[in-house]
Structure formats: C-alpha cells, structure tokens
C-alpha cells in the first residue's frame, strides 16, 4: 500500500490534481505535425475542442507546428505551464519528469511506455517517477497511458481514436479506465447512445495518479452524475474506499468493468501495467460492501451507465409496472421482473378503471398492460395508459416495450420523452427492431432505450439496488480497537508461519470468544492425567500440529473419549496412525477439549491480501466448507450488524433461523464473534490468514463455542 504523502504535499496534491483538469495552459513535450505520431494528437484536439488556454509545442527541430510557435525545451517558456504532455521515448521520461517537478509543472501526461509493463528495469524506473510525485506532490498520470480529458472546457489531452471523428458532446458521465482502447470503446459506445461526456481518464500504470483520484475528482464535480469504468487492478484500497464513499454521499453510483478474473487474465492484467491484481473474489466483496455497481460485459456497463446519466429519479422501491404492444413480450417482462428479484406491481382498481376507458377490447389492463396495436390508431391513449401506470403508488418504476413499432412510432417519442421528464419514476423504453430516428430522438432527449426488455429491467434492478443504499459511510465498526491479546502477540514475534489451534484458542480466549476447556499433552501419559485433572465427563482428542489443517482427513480427531485409560490408549493410536500418514509433519502431541454439543457448525474466517488488505469470512462450518463454498466475504472490519447482514447471505441462513420445526440458533452471537475477528485481523497485519472451523452455533441465547482455529502468519518483510 502507498505511503501517505506529508500534508503540506497531499494539499499540494490535491490542488494539482484540480489543476490536470482545469488547466489554463499546456505544453506538448516532443509535439509533431506528422499526423501518424502521437506527438500530433494533444495539440489537434485542443484545438477541436475549443481548449481556450494557452498551448506550447515543445521540439528543438521546428519553429512552430499548427500555427503555434515551438519552444526548443521547457526552460524558454514564457511561463511554467500547469501540465506537459510527454510523447518521448522513454529513456527521456525521468529527466524531464524531474525537471518539471523542480520548475513547478502542477501534472505531467505520460503517454510513453516501456516502464513497469516491460520488467524488472522498468519497474525500477516507473518507482523513481513515483517517487517524484509523492515528494512533490506533481501529479503522473501514467507512464504507458492515453492521457485525460475534460469536455466542458475542451482540455483533450487524451489520445484515444475515438476522440478524432464525431466530437463527443459535454454530459453528465466520468469515465476512468486502465485501459486506453476499452476507454475509447466506452466512449464510442457513448456517442452512438447519444450520450454526453464530462471527464475520460486513462490513468495506464499509475506511478503518480490511481483510478482513485479521477473518481475522486469526478465524484466532487456537481456536472457529473455518475463515474464509470474498466478496472484491472486497485492499487490502494483505503483511497479507493474514500472516493467510492463520496460518490456515494453525492449520490453518484460508480459503476465498474473488473477484469482480471481467471488465473490467465489476472497475468495477462499484470503484464498489462505491471501491478498484481488482488483475487476475484477478495475485489467482489470489496466492491459489494461499498456500493460499486459491478457489472460483466461491455455492454451492461454501457446500459447502466446511460441510466444512471439519464434517469432522474431513483426508484422508492421494486415495484415494476409494465406496459407492452403484444401479451409475449408482457410474459416475457413479468418472467423477468422475478429474475431480477423485483416484483409486479399490484395496480389499484382505479389505475385499471382508468386504463380499461381507452384501451382496445382485446387488450389487457392489468400489470402487464397488453395495448395489443393500439399504438397504431391511437397513441394519445396509449401515453395516457403511461401516464397511469405512472401515477399508480404501488408502481416504483416503468417498464415499456414496444416491437416493430413503425407506423406513429415519431408521436409516440415525442410522449415518451414528454412522460419521461414530467414523472417522478424512472421510466426505461425497450425499442425493439423499430423505427431507428424514433429511437436516435429519445437517446438525444435522454429517455433510457434499451433493445431488450431482459437488459432494460436488468438496469432497473441495479438503480433499486442502488437507491436501496444510504448516505452513510462505507463501514462502521463497534466499539475501540481491539488489542490482541499476550499469547497472540508472543505467536506472531514468534513466527513460525503456522499458529496452531491450541495457541490460537487461548489467544481467541483472551478477546473474548468462547472457547471450550482444553489442556495439551505430549505423550499418552499426559493424556491420561490430563483428562483426569478437567474433570469433564467427555472430551475430544485431536492431533497437536500447527503443519496438519484438516485433523479429521488423517484420523486426527476422537469423540466421545469418556476415561483416562481411554484418553491414554486413543493417543497411542492417534499418533502411530498420523505419523505414519505425515511423516513429515511437526507433532507437538495432542490436545484434549471440552466435548460441546449441541447446535450447527460454522465457520469464521479471515483472509489478507497484500493489495486488498484484510477480509473476514463467514459460512457453514464442518468437513464440507470447501466443498460447499457457503462463503461470504467482507473487509475486515465490520460491524455487528453488517456480520448480521453478511450472515443473511448465506444459503444456509434457513438452517441457522431454525428450519423444519428445529429451534431458531444464535445468530446474533455468530454475527459477534465475526465482527471480533474482523477486529483481530484489522489489528494485526502479520496475521495472513485464519480459519475458525468449527464454530458451534448453539440455540437462542445459548451464544457460540469456537472449537477449532489455525491461523497462517505473513513473511516478514525484507530489512
């Protein structure tokens, strides 16, 4: 994770990274007037858009290119611009990064590549530019990158193919991408939409400027409505969580593409731009928690990210109300409403009074609406039939489909436009194969059209989900932080890579998770005396090893050992049987425990990943954990009640609630103890990883016993 920079350099930052954006001058280092280079594109699209500021080529070998007058190097000047554009080789990119540094430059635009992606020795280049910008506070967008673009003031500094055909009008949308031709796919699939573009930022390998910080930026600008973008890695989790909060306070949703799923894609990411990607599932849990709308192809991001810029109002619920040209396609919607987990509104009898005055004989005035080939004849009715679905309480959004729509399909925009501005809902148009000009008019006047009912409603579920989240911050844990206890902090000096259960249930002991009477034994004498001084009417007998992490695959585990003779002899044979099976393995004896009945077995996890940092996991216990993948994954820490929520996920949450007349279990307890351990993981970064399994889930108010826990300590880190 990237170190803080100083505060008087992070407010230095800040105030640069403002200044990328809204810049009054520019200077273009090695600026060409061949077409075929690079060099030629920041000074061409500063002057297709309309950039009012001051534009300086720099290159020794001319006088002026595009009727600009060309300075040899960034000394001669007339002024310090606020950002320089470098299209030069790389072995010229240090140098000249630092000499804008030292001269003042606010953000430097690296289109060059040839750093981190290519090795090693590029790696060691791209840390010296980052270096640079945390000890100046300079913003580096880049190196191997396509640069940035703000449309509202015409500052293109981004070089993407997309920029040099229609221009691409000024909207309401921020797109941040790590990866310059996906952005320019993004954008031409904007423009096609007819959609309007605030901000385009590519941000390559990031050695001075992350995803982060173009979020950041967009999430504080009050033109943009919603942040959207391809994601192969972040970077720093902690300034990523900040700016996904505060686009969350101004109701921006940030809606991303994440890639890098599969083992294959993940390295092809990292040879990308040079940085390793955090697992798949470790980012989708990072991503639930916050708010980020993840989505899976291309095109849903293009169908969210038009909705979110275009629909005005969000939802107040899940109620869908439907209204098509044909009873298939209304069988279709409703089959699709359950799919997406939203539900068919009830309409009152008075909507249905209302829409049955106008409606042809042989249509169908409940939810779905069927107006048969009414739009034919008479679209004024058919808009009024909107209008009521609309204005009916139980509806909370609007669904309408028209297929083959030709004949009045122009009037009938022309009311779905008027319709779509006046109403307080959202309403999402599916045009299917009909009159394209009539379909071109609503993307223009911003009605969400969609050519199939199936990714309309997709979209409507994901603004319910969004409009489902507060304003409050990301997380809010419970209480102080937690201080691990002596056993624990003696185990992790200690390190010895694994920490076994015995050490580990006396360490969770000491945080206050309960945990049933246990005592070790070296030999089965020791076992022996050692059952008889717990005075417990039974124990378990389980293998001492911190090297052995499923005890029951290798005949590890005796239940039910009721006597000193039978606690002797069971240890006898437990270690020839695990010995035999692990030679290998590092036996400090056995451990005799408490037997605890009663109730469900669960598990609590914890997970650190170097990029993502710490997550806490929660799931059905037992043999079949991993067999079952009953998971649910959160950073680490969480409160209470989102360990509560986190257990309303699992499928297993009807066992735990008590299913088929069985009594309901201590959930609350669970929900707890998960939140202490996401606690202990926040608070020990040499703790890796930690697996409590079995935890005993007992009945209402009886709480839970962790019965077994292991726990992997991190590598120390290189002197």
């Known amino acids: 994770m990237t170190q803080a920079p100083s505060p008087g350099v992070a407010e230095t930052r800040a105030a640069n990274l403002v200044r990328l954006y809204e810049a009054s001058s520019v200077a273009v280092l090695g600026a060409s007037d061949n077409r075929s280079k690079v060099g030629s594109r920041p000074i061409a699209l500063l002057n297709k858009y309309g950039f009012a500021g001051r534009v300086y080529p720099i290159n020794a070998k001319r006088d002026d290119i595009a009727g600009l007058r060309c300075y040899p190097d960034l000394a001669s000047l007339p002024e310090v611009p606020d950002v320089v554009v470098f299209c030069v080789p790389a072995r010229d990119v240090p140098a000249a990064v630092a000499d804008c540094a030292a001269r003042g430059v606010a953000a430097a635009v690296i289109y060059t590549s040839g750093f981190g992606e290519m090795g090693e020795a590029g790696r060691a280049v791209e840390e010296e530019l980052r270096r640079i910008g945390h000890e100046t506070g300079m913003i580096l967008c880049g190196p191997n990158c396509q640069g940035t673009a703000n449309f509202h003031n015409g500052l293109v500094l981004n070089f993407t193919s997309a920029l040099m055909g229609e221009r691409v009008p000024a909207g309401s949308i921020g797109l941040v991408t790590q990866s310059g031709l996906v952005g320019g796919l993004i954008v031409t699939e904007c423009l096609n939409r007819g959609l309007g573009i605030g901000y385009l930022s590519s941000t390559g390998n990031e050695a001075g400027m992350t995803l982060s910080d173009a979020i950041g930026h967009m999430a504080r600008d009050p033109r943009i409505r919603v942040v959207a973008g391809y994601v192969e890695q972040v970077r720093d989790m902690a300034a990523f969580r900040l700016s996904v909060e505060e686009a969350r306070r101004n109701g921006k949703p940030v809606i991303l593409l994440k890639v890098g799923r599969s083992p294959d894609a993940a390295r092809a990411a990292a040879s990308h731009t040079g940085s390793l990607a955090g697992a798949a599932e470790l980012y989708d849990a990072a991503f639930a928690a916050m708010g980020v709308v993840v989505v899976e192809s291309l095109e849903e991001l293009i169908d969210l990210t038009m909705v979110f810029a275009t629909v005005r109002h969000r939802p107040r619920g899940s109620g869908v109300g439907v209204l098509t040209n044909s009873g298939g396609l209304g069988v279709f919607s409703a089959d699709e409403v359950f799919r997406q987990n939203l539900t068919m509104a009830s309409f009152s009898d008075e909507t249905v009074a209302r829409i049955s005055a106008r409606l042809l004989d042989f249509g169908a005035a409940g939810n779905p609406v069927d107006i048969s080939t009414q739009a034919y004849t008479d679209v004024d009715a058919v808009a009024a039939h909107i209008e009521h679905i609309c204005a009916d309480p139980a509806v909370d959004i609007v669904s309408v489909t028209f297929g083959l729509q030709f004949l009045n399909a122009e009037p009938l925009a022309e009311h779905l436009i008027r319709i779509a501005g006046q109403t307080d809902k959202p309403l999402l148009v599916s045009w299917i194969s009909s009159d394209a000009k009539a379909a071109q008019r609503m993307q223009e006047a911003g009605v969400g059209t969609f050519s199939d009912p199936a990714r309309a409603l997709r979209a409507a579920r994901r603004l319910a989900d969004f409009a489902a989240l507060s304003g409050a911050p990301v997380s809010v844990t419970d209480g102080e932080a937690l201080r691990p206890g002596p056993t624990l ?231």
């Not at 309960?514 to 089965?524: D, I, L, N």
């Open 489 to 719: 902090v003696r185990a992790l000096a200690e390190n010895h890579g694994e920490i076994g259960e015995a050490t580990m249930l006396a360490a969770l002991a000491e945080i206050g998770l309960p945990v049933p009477a246990m005592r070790r034994a070296a030999g089965p004498a020791d076992a022996a005396a050692a059952f008889a001084a717990m005075g417990c009417a039974a124990v378990v007998l389980k293998i001492d090893s911190p090297d052995i992490a499923h005890k029951s695959e290798v005949g590890g585990v005796r239940l039910d050992i009721r006597s000193a003779g039978d606690a002797e002899a069971a240890t006898v044979a437990m270690l020839d049987a695990v010995r035999a099976l692990k030679p290998e393995a590092r036996i400090d004896g056995v451990i005799l425990a408490e037997m605890v009945q009663g109730g469900t077995e669960a598990f609590i996890g914890v997970k650190r990943d170097p990029v993502l940092g710490p997550f806490v996991a929660v799931g059905l216990g037992g043999i079949f954990v991993e067999i079952l993948k009953d998971v649910v994954l959160r950073p680490a820490p969480v409160s209470v009640a989102e360990a509560e929520a986190m257990i309303g996920q699992l499928k297993a949450l009807p066992i735990l609630k008590g299913a088929r007349g069985r009594p309901p279990l201590d959930v609350r307890a669970l929900a707890e103890a998960v939140a202490t351990v996401s606690r202990l993981a926040a608070a020990c970064p040499a703790l890796a990883e930690l697996d409590l399994n079995p935890v005993l889930v007992r009945a209402e108010g009886q709480g839970v016993v962790v019965l077994d826990a292991l726990a992997s300590v991190a590598p120390a880190p290189p002197p």
